[in-house]
């Protein structure tokens, strides 16, 4: 296997153009060891994983179905194999096993038309039809995968081949926004999207095993998708303000950056402190945490609190406070009280606060 089709450890965070697609997901408290997909020749669950992001047992290829655009909204449509992947509830990683009648994985993306920004936190549910009749329809995940990142995914049954219509329906983003994104993302939308299915073509799909490799620290190299934006995190030399920092907890990134103000549509006088979190080796975008900071100077609590979910078409997602100051000497201490709430295909389970539990407190110091 050749060795650039990984970011290993020691290495810098390259990408490459993969044909890669969506990743199966594995293992679980309880989940036998030889844990293995019912009929999809999908290798067994990696033994002996790290505690962290290793690289999977295989990865899977993909095919683009169509894009639409809709309000403020655009979205992509992709399917797969159907797999396995883990879905996390408050403190719980629970694995979803492939069902005997799960046909395909479905795959959507949702970006903003005008930055290419993709939109977590927005709920997404799909309804699919044939000839006008509903033929399956749920609320699907939220999901973080090594080659895409951040996107909304789950197994679906079919009739077999043949013509559908995907209904997406996206709710009102919940999240906090600010700049030119205060106004938008406020209205639920729907888009349609024709989607052709035919068992010969998903199972021409690409499908590669890492026999060697997989368990090793490490992450598969991200896809490049010419029709859609994909979910990395600004680059620590792009963010905006001055980084004074940065901090890993369980595979989780953190870049912090400060502002003079807070950005416009955040109410309150001071510093604004942004914390960009972002996968270890392929710096996608890490959304729904709960973090909570505190900012110490001497002996002395500057800020103590919540560091709120926030969309800014600099910043992207990211983490943020309000603060008097940030001065020479701080210590600021970060503190995630919620793991993120995404399912993970896999190679992620056993980061992030997954399977291996708790994520640690990240402490910097103040140059």
């Known amino acids: 296997m050749d060795r650039r089709r990984f970011l290993q450890t020691a290495s810098a965070f390259t990408v490459s153009a993969a044909v890669a697609g969506c990743l199966g997901s594995a293992g679980s408290d309880d989940e036998p060891s030889n844990s293995q997909t019912q009929s999809s020749g999908v290798p067994s669950i990696v033994e002996n994983r790290p505690d962290g992001i290793y690289i999977p047992s295989h990865i899977e290829g993909m095919k683009m179905s169509g894009t639409a655009e809709q309000g403020d909204y655009a979205f992509g449509l992709m399917y797969s194999y159907a797999h396995r992947f883990w879905n996390v509830n408050g403190d719980s990683t629970t694995l979803t096993e492939i069902e005997d009648d799960d046909a395909i994985h479905l795959m959507a ?47 679906f049954g079919l009739s077999g081949d043949g013509a559908y219509t995907v209904r997406l329906n996206v709710g009102a983003m919940t999240t906090r926004r600010t700049g030119s994104f205060q106004d938008r993302f406020s209205e639920p939308t729907t888009a349609d999207i024709p989607f052709e299915y035919s068992e010969q073509e998903r199972n021409e799909i690409s499908f590669e095993r890492f026999d060697t490799e997989a368990g090793t620290n490490g992450a598969v190299d991200p896809r490049e998708m010419e029709m859609m934006p994909d979910s990395r995190a600004p680059s620590e030399s792009t963010l905006p303000g001055r980084v004074i920092g940065t901090g890993m907890s369980n595979d989780a990134q953190f870049v912090v950056t400060v502002i003079e ?82 399912a993970r295909h896999e190679g992620y389970e056993t980061a992030f606060g997954g399977l291996m539990g708790g994520m640690n407190d990240v402490t910097l110091a103040v140059e």
């Not at 109410?267 to 080796?281: F, H, N």
């Open 261 to 342: 103000s807070p950005p416009a549509g955040i109410d309150g006088d001071g510093q604004y402190i942004a914390v960009s979190s972002r996968t270890r080796y392929n710096q996608m975008v890490i959304p729904a945490m709960g973090i909570e900071g505190t900012l110490l100077r001497g002996d002395e609590t500057v800020y103590d609190g919540e560091f709120t979910r926030t969309l800014d078409p600099e910043l992207n997602y990211h983490y943020g406070a309000v603060v008097d100051s940030v001065e020479s000497g701080d210590e600021l201490t970060l503190q995630v009280t919620t793991q993120p709430q995404t």
């Open 109 to 155: 993306n949702v970006w903003d038309p005008e930055t290419g920004t993709v939109l977590p936190d927005t709920g997404l549910s799909v309804e699919i039809y044939q000839d006008d009749s509903l033929v399956s329809q749920e609320t699907i995940y939220p999901m973080l995968s090594q080659p895409m990142g951040f996107h909304y995914g789950a197994n």
